[in-house]
Every structure is written in C-alpha cells, then in structure tokens.
C-alpha cells in the first residue's frame, strides 16, 4: 500500500464500515430496550392496579377470580409480542395460557418461590418474565418468549447487512474518485518536482482552491523564482565568460604589440629614431594596458562601493569637467554649451566621473566643427543632458553600449574607441547614487544621454 490513493480509499472504507456498525450497533439495542421497556409496562399495567390487587386481597385458593383476570388481560400481555401466563401452586403449574412444554426455573421465579422479590431485569438474562407471590403456595407467573424480538433483530440485522454492503459499495466508489481528482494534483507535483530536479521548470496547473491548489500555486511561485535565478545564475556566469575574454582580448593586443616590438628592437639593428619610434609604441601600449586595468579596478571597486551625500551645483561641476577636455575639442574644433542650473544631494566624484565619461565619448564621437550641449535642470526630478550632433549609435548597437569593452564601431581604432569601459563605469556610478543613465540616438544625426536623478538626491538641499 505503497499509493496514496489505496490508502485514502483504504481509510474511507473503513471509516464508513465503522459508521455504519456503530449505527446499526446503536439500533439493535434500542430495539432491545424498547422491547424490554414495553415488558414492564404491560406488567406494570396489568399487575399493578387496583382490580389486581383487590384481587389478591380477596383471594381464598380460588383461582377462577385470577384465570378470568389474566384471560382478560391477554390482549394487553400480548400486543406485539408473544407472553405466556401461569398459576402455580407450591411450584407446580396448575393453570397456564400455553399447552404443553416445560417451564424454565428463572432467577425471578425462583425468588418469589422462595418467599422473595421479581427483580431481576438484565438485558442478558435467560428469560424476560415476572414472578408475584399471592400467599399460601400460589404464584402468577409471566413469561415472555422473546420471539417477536429475535424476530424484529433477524430482519434488522438483515436490513443493516444490506445497507452495510451498499454503503461500503458507494464508499469505495465515492473515494475512488475522490482520491483520483486529489491525487491528480499531487501526481502532477510529483512530476513538477522531478523535473525540477533535472532542470526543467514547467507550471502545474492549479484546477482547485482548496490546499492542494494552494500548494499547487506555492509550487509554482518557487518554480519560477528558482527559474528566474536559474537565468539570473546563467547571465551572470555568461557575463563572467565574456567578461574574461574580453580583457584577455583587450589584453593581448597591446601585449602582443610590445612583444613584437621589443623582439624587433632586440633582433635587428635599427637607427636612433626608429628606436624611438618603437619604443614610444611600446610605451603607449604599456600606458593603454595600464588604463585598462586602473578602469577594471575601478569598476570592481564601484561595485562595492556606496554613494557618499554632499551638496552639488551641477551647473558648476559640468563647466569643470568641460574644462579638463578642452585641449581633446579644440583639436577637433568643437563647441561645448552648458545651460541651465540646479543643485542636488548626492555624491560628488561619482557624478563627475558619469559626466567625464559622457563628454568624453561626446568628444570623441563628435564630427570635427561640430558641437555639444550640456543642459542641467533642477527640476523634479532633476537631470543632466549631453547631446552632440555626431555620428550617432546604430539601433542595434543601443541595447550593448552599456556592456563592458562593447564598441558600437567595431572598424574604429583603440585610440579612437577607447577601452569600452567608460559607459560600463558610468552606468554603475548611476546604479550606486540611484540615478537612471539612459540613451537615444539616431544612425548618422545625434546621440543623446541623459541622467535622470530620483527623489533622494534632492532631499535635504
């Protein structure tokens, strides 16, 4: 009995058969204590009332005053039942309602036979009957035969037989169903949970409201949080292997660089200014895998880091950061206007570090003459724009720019490009003061960024 469902069908069988025994237990002994209860009314009623005992009072050993009482009574002795009476004088049956037979010597007989009382009324007695003393040796005695009670048992018994058959009958096949619909849902748990076990999450379908269906819902719930960090495990690890190929990638080229430059240098004799060249290749290289891993650096530490709370005029803080990339627009002709004002709460260096990268993609990405605005509004909620009229970012490119080391312009040098970094630390400097860095641009027109501050940064200004 290894299934649920035997055991719950199992237990509605028994359940009901106990009902039912205990019923129809309960009905044979009130039929039995009816039957009794009656006897000694009809003894009360015909043994004690005044015509009986004038009777007995008057009585001389003449028994025709008695015989015409009891023949009288018969009718009242015998209704729904079979009662037999005698008269007995010093222990023998001088007169008697039955003919022929033998009569059984009672524990109430024998008592009033030996001078004492008819009080014996146990249910397990041999006999249901009544014994009364009239004096000088002479006994009526009353007996009921208990036939018209083993009768009525004998059909109730049947009848319980019957209805114990039937009712066990429709009990199995009430649970039956029952257990199937409720084992249903406990199968398809079962099954969720093995293939869950083998990493395949699939919902149940909750067909109930009772427990089984709010554990039906709960599993599912667990489902899909364990699927979500299921994915949210598998991005992340994704991440990682990108992200190690990625610096391995950024890595190795300015490795391989000085690496073939200095075997040059050391194999071939070169004049002086080749040498040179050379070694400020080298050097850059060296300089660029320097940039590279001071930005990993700082981007791990970004990740740990929390936002520190001062007053700031944007206004201001952008015109700085304008001004440390003055020389790079000039070269290329560029015109920074800054517009606007407004102060908030919030990290400094954090902010000119989104900033910084902002313009400086801005400067980099824009066409020689053209130009750059920074608008800075105080309003609620407060932010930053930097527009520029560049070359734009593709549609497919605009979901990946925030990613580390991914470059919208795959055919655009190092120097040009940049590490790919800049945005990654940006858009996590705007994750830790609790800002939002969003981006829209067209192929080709502008490129537009903009740093959306939340209600905390302009508490307690």
């Given at each position: 009995?290894?299934?649920?469902?035997?055991?719950?069908?199992?237990?509605m069988l028994l359940v009901t058969a106990a009902v039912l025994a205990f019923v129809g237990a309960a009905l044979i002994i009130n039929i039995m204590l009816g039957y009794y209860r009656n006897f000694e009314r009809t003894v009360t009623l015909v043994f004690e009332n005044e015509r009986f005992f004038n009777i007995c009072r008057g009585f001389d050993g003449d028994i025709s005053p008695l015989l015409e009482y009891l023949e009288a009574s018969d009718s009242v002795?015998?209704?729904?039942?079979?009662?037999?009476?005698?008269?007995?004088?010093?222990?023998?049956?001088?007169?008697?309602?039955r003919t022929g037979g033998i009569l059984k010597m009672t524990s109430n007989l024998k008592q009033v036979l030996d001078g004492g009382y008819s009080t014996d009324r146990d249910l397990t007695s041999d006999a249901l009957d009544f014994a009364?003393?009239?004096?000088?040796?002479?006994?009526?005695?009353?007996?009921?035969?208990?036939?018209?009670?083993?009768?009525?048992?004998?059909d109730v018994s049947l009848l319980f037989l019957q209805a114990l058959l039937f009712g066990v009958a429709l009990a199995a096949l009430l649970s039956?169903?029952?257990?199937?619909?409720?084992?249903a849902s406990i199968k398809k748990l079962e099954k969720g949970a093995r293939d869950m076990s083998r990493g395949q999450f699939s919902?149940?379908?909750?067909?109930?409201?009772?427990?089984?269906?709010?554990?039906?819902?709960?599993?599912?719930?667990?489902?899909?949080?364990?699927?979500?960090?299921?994915?949210?495990?598998?991005?992340?690890?994704?991440?990682?292997?990108?992200?190690?190929?990625?610096?391995?990638?950024?890595?190795?080229t300015p490795l391989t660089v000085i690496k073939s430059y200095s075997q040059t240098l050391r194999a071939m004799e070169v004049d002086r200014d080749t040498q040179k060249r050379f070694l400020?290749?080298?050097?850059?290289?060296?300089?660029?895998?320097?940039?590279?891993?001071?930005?990993?650096?700082?981007?791990?530490?970004?990740?740990?880091?929390?936002?520190?709370?001062e007053e700031i005029d944007l206004f201001k803080l952008c015109g700085d950061v304008a001004d440390t990339l003055k020389i790079e627009s000039d070269k290329k002709g560029l015109t920074v206007y800054i517009t606007g004002g407004g102060s908030i709460v919030s990290d400094r260096e954090l902010i000119r570090t989104i900033i910084y990268n902002l313009l400086s993609n801005a400067v980099k990405y824009s066409l020689p003459g053209g130009e750059?605005?920074?608008?800075?509004?105080?309003?609620?909620?407060?932010?930053?724009?930097?527009?520029?009229?560049?070359?734009?970012?593709?549609?497919?490119?605009?979901?990946?720019?925030?990613?580390?080391?991914?470059?919208?312009?795959?055919s655009?040098?190092?120097?040009?490009?940049?590490?790919?970094?800049?945005?990654?630390?940006?858009?996590?400097?705007?994750?830790?003061?609790?800002?939002?860095?969003?981006?829209?641009?067209?192929?080709?027109?502008?490129?537009?960024?903009?740093?959306?501050?939340?209600?905390?940064n302009t508490q307690n200004k």
């Open positions: 009995m290894k299934k649920i469902s035997t055991k719950l069908n199992l237990a002795l015998n209704q729904n039942s079979q009662r037999d009476y005698y008269i007995l004088k010093d222990g023998n049956v001088i007169k008697s309602s009364f003393s009239l004096g000088d040796g002479y006994t009526v005695y009353v007996v009921d035969t208990r036939g018209e009670l083993f009768s009525q048992l004998r039956f169903f029952i257990s199937k619909r409720l084992t919902e149940i379908e909750v067909k109930t409201h009772d427990e089984i269906g709010s554990l039906c819902t709960v599993f599912n719930e667990m489902g899909r949080q364990i699927q979500n960090d299921f994915d949210e495990f598998e991005r992340a690890e994704r991440a990682q292997r990108e992200f190690v190929a990625n610096v391995s990638h950024e890595l190795k400020a290749t080298v050097d850059s290289e060296a300089d660029r895998m320097a940039g590279i891993v001071g930005q990993l650096l700082y981007l791990s530490k970004l990740e740990q880091q929390s936002a520190v709370r750059i605005s920074v608008r800075v509004s105080g309003e609620e909620p407060p932010f930053i724009t930097v527009h520029d009229n560049g070359q734009g970012i593709a549609p497919e490119d605009i979901e990946h720019i925030f990613e580390r080391f991914y470059r919208a312009d795959k655009r040098g190092r120097d040009t490009g940049g590490t790919g970094l800049g945005l990654a630390i940006a858009k996590e400097s705007a994750r830790i003061i609790g800002a939002e860095l969003t981006v829209k641009s067209r192929k080709g027109q502008f490129t537009e960024f903009t740093l959306k501050f939340s209600g905390e």
